[in-house]
């Protein structure tokens, strides 16, 4: 049975997630809580407002610390099935 690496599965240019065009993608591994929302704000922060951002977080605290994160930020989660998370930049 042949098997597709993450990268394939995020090499269409055009994929859409949750009737959101992905702006960027960003593998973090299994980054830590503090590192790992250190550089998602700073990635964010460099997006346009309304941008999305499809993030692989294989840390296990990722799935309780990204959806409390998005909620303290104003970001939206709009996907969130461990380790792929798609979060949009809020609008400023």
Known sequence: MASTTLSEELDAENRDCCNE???QRWD???MGCGQLV???RRRLTEMTPGET???VAESPGAPSDL???CRMTGH???SAEHPNYVIKRRDE
Do not use: I, M, N, Y
């Open 53 to 55: 951002l499809e993030l």
């Open 67 to 69: 959806p409390a994160w």
């Open 28 to 30: 973090a591994g299994d």
């Open 76 to 78: 939206t989660l709009l």
């Open 38 to 40: 250190f550089e998602l």
């Open 21 to 23: 065009r992905v702006s």
